[in-house]
C-alpha cells in the first residue's frame, strides 16, 4: 500500500453518513498516515470541494439521504474532473456499481470490508504497480499475451476493464479489426472473480454457421451425421468462466435466440439431447460491425445487444492513440524477436517517425506483421502496403508448383487455385490485412474469405497481436 510521507501527508476525505463507518475509516487511515478530512452528507462534500479542498482521494458512500453517492459522484466530476473517487457500496446492486464506474469513479469498495481489502484500492487507485515511470504499463497476462500501453485513454480503458471485471455482468468490447479486443478480453478474465475458472475463446466468424451450434452448446450420439460420441460444448467447458464470443456480429439470428436463452436463463441443451444442463459463465462478447445498422438490417437482434450490452468499452484505432506506437514498438520487438530467432532491430528515430506519421488501418495486429516482415529482412522500411513483401520474399501460401498436375482438370483447378489464393493476398495487402475490407474488395462474404485463407494457408502469415 503506498504510503505518504511524514513532509506531505496525502489527504482523504471520507463522505459517510454513518458516523461509525467514519470513525473506523479514519481511525484506520491516520494510523497509516494520512490526513483525513469527513463529510456527512453529499451536500457537505460538494461545499467543501467547492471552498478549495482537493483531496487525493474521495471515499464515497454510495446510499445516502438527500443527494446520494451517485448523485455527489456526477456533480463532484463536474467540480473537478481530476479528483479520484472510489464508491463504498453494496456488491450486490450490480447496476449502481457500473453507473459508477461509467461516471468515473476510479473503484469501488464492498460492504463490509476489511483492511486487506481497502489495502488493495489503495494500491490500484494511488499506485499502479505494472506502470513504470514515463508512463508506460506493459503487463503479462499469460500465454504470450501482453497489454501495452501509455496513452491516458487506455489507462482509463485498462482501469474501467478491472473495475467492471468485478461486476459479474456481460461486457461488450467495440473496436476496429486488430485493436486488441482479445486482449481486453482476457484482462477482464484475469481481473474478475472467476480468475481460476477456464477462459475460452470462440471465433463466431471463423466457424461455420451449421457448426458452430455444436461448438458452442455440444451434442449427443446421434444428433447428426458423424455424431458417434457425446461432446460437450464450450457453455459446458466453460463453467465457472469467461467465454469470449469474438465477432459475434457474424452469428446468425437463429443461433442468436439461442445464446439469449443462456445468458437469461444460464441453461441449454445438447444438440440431440433432451435434458438441460445449467452453466455459470461470464460472457464477453467482441465485434466490429456497425451496431446499430446491424440491429436495422436484422443481423444483429436488439434483445440479444441488450443483454450483451451489461457494460461497453470502446477500443479507439492506433491512429487515434499514437502515444501507444512507441511503447508497442519496443515490446513486439523485443518478444517477435525472441519468438522468430531473430536478431532484434534497433528502433531508430527515423522508424519511429516513420511509424508514428501512418494511420495503421490494420491497428496493432498491422503493427505486429509489419515488424516481422522487418525482422524477416533485418532492416525497417516505411509502413504501408506499399512496403509489404513480394510474392518471391516469402513463401507463398499456394502456387502450381506445390503439386504437379495430371490431365487438364486438374491443371485448371490447380490454376484457378493458385490465381485465386494470389487474389486473395493482394487484397489483403491492399487492405494491411483487414480481414473485411478485403472481402468487400473481392465481392465474396467475409465467411467465404476465412474459408479461402485456411484453404491456401495464408492465415500462417497472419498472427494475433501480443
Known amino acids: 500500500m503506498p504510503s505518504p510521507t511524514p513532509e506531505s501527508p496525502a489527504q482523504l476525505l471520507i463522505v459517510d453518513d454513518e458516523p461509525a463507518m467514519q470513525r473506523y475509516l479514519r481511525t484506520f487511515l491516520e494510523f497509516e498516515g494520512y490526513s483525513v478530512n469527513t463529510a456527512h452528507s453529499g451536500f457537505d462534500a460538494l461545499e467543501r470541494i467547492n471552498q478549495g479542498l482537493k483531496p487525493d482521494l474521495i471515499l464515497l458512500d454510495m446510499l445516502m439521504p438527500g443527494l446520494d453517492g451517485l448523485q455527489t459522484l456526477q456533480q463532484i466530476r463536474q467540480l473537478d474532473p481530476t479528483l479520484k473517487v472510489v464508491m463504498l457500496s453494496c456488491i450486490t446492486d450490480s447496476r449502481r456499481v457500473v453507473q459508477a464506474i461509467r461516471l468515473g469513479a476510479a473503484d469501488y469498495i464492498a460492504k463490509p470490508f476489511g483492511r486487506d481489502d481497502l489495502k488493495g484500492v489503495f494500491q490500484a487507485v494511488l499506485g499502479n504497480p505494472y506502470q513504470t515511470s514515463d508512463g508506460e504499463v506493459i503487463e503479462d497476462l499469460g500465454n504470450g499475451t501482453f497489454f501495452v500501453a501509455a496513452s491516458p485513454v487506455m489507462h482509463r480503458l485498462r482501469a474501467q476493464a478491472e473495475l467492471v471485471a468485478k461486476v459479474d455482468i456481460p461486457v461488450l468490447l467495440l473496436g476496429e479489426t486488430g485493436t486488441g479486443k482479445e486482449v481486453f478480453a482476457q484482462l477482464i478474465h484475469r481481473a474478475s472473480p472467476r480468475a481460476a475458472g477456464p ?138 524477436s525472441e519468438r522468430c530467432a531473430c536478431p532484434a532491430l534497433p528502433i531508430t528515430q527515423a522508424a519511429l517517425a516513420s511509424c508514428m506519421n501512418y494511420v495503421w488501418p490494420g491497428n496493432v495486429r498491422e503493427l505486429e506483421n509489419f515488424l516481422k516482415r522487418c525482422l524477416v529482412l533485418q532492416e525497417f522500411s516505411s509502413p504501408g502496403p506499399q512496403h509489404s513483401l513480394n510474392s518471391h520474399d516469402r513463401a507463398r501460401p499456394y502456387t502450381s508448383a506445390d503439386h504437379i498436375p495430371r490431365g487438364l482438370k486438374s491443371l485448371a483447378r490447380s490454376a484457378r487455385k493458385e490465381s485465386e489464393s494470389q487474389a486473395i493476398l493482394r487484397a489483403l495487402e491492399e487492405t494491411n490485412w483487414n480481414r473485411r475490407q478485403a472481402a468487400i474488395n473481392l465481392k465474396i462474404s467475409y465467411k467465404a474469405l476465412l474459408y479461402k485463407i485456411r484453404e491456401y494457408q495464408i492465415e500462417q502469415l497472419m498472427t494475433p497481436i501480443a
Not at 487515434?320 to 514498438?329: G, N, Q, T
Open 199 to 336: 477462459f475460452l475463446k470462440v471465433n463466431c466468424a471463423a466457424v461455420p454457421a451449421d457448426l458452430l451450434e455444436s461448438e458452442l452448446f455440444g451434442y449427443e450420439p446421434g444428433a447428426f451425421t458423424g455424431a458417434t460420441q457425446m461432446k460437450p460444448g464450450k457453455f459446458e467447458l466453460c463453467n465457472k468462466g469467461t467465454i469470449f464470443l469474438d465477432e459475434i456480429g457474424e452469428m446468425s439470428p437463429a443461433l442468436q435466440a439461442k445464446l439469449l436463452h443462456v445468458l437469461q436463463d444460464q441453461q441449454f441443451s445438447r444438440l440431440g439431447g433432451r435434458s438441460v444442463i445449467r452453466t455459470d459463465v461470464r460472457v464477453v462478447a467482441a465485434t466490429n460491425i456497425d451496431i446499430a445498422q446491424a440491429i436495422v438490417n436484422k443481423t444483429l437482434r436488439e434483445d440479444l445487444y441488450y443483454r450483451l450490452n451489461g457494460f461497453t468499452l470502446r477500443l479507439p484505432p492506433l491512429r487515434d492513440r499514437k502515444a501507444d506506437i512507441a511503447a508497442l514498438l519496443r515490446h513486439l520487438m523485443s518478444s517477435l
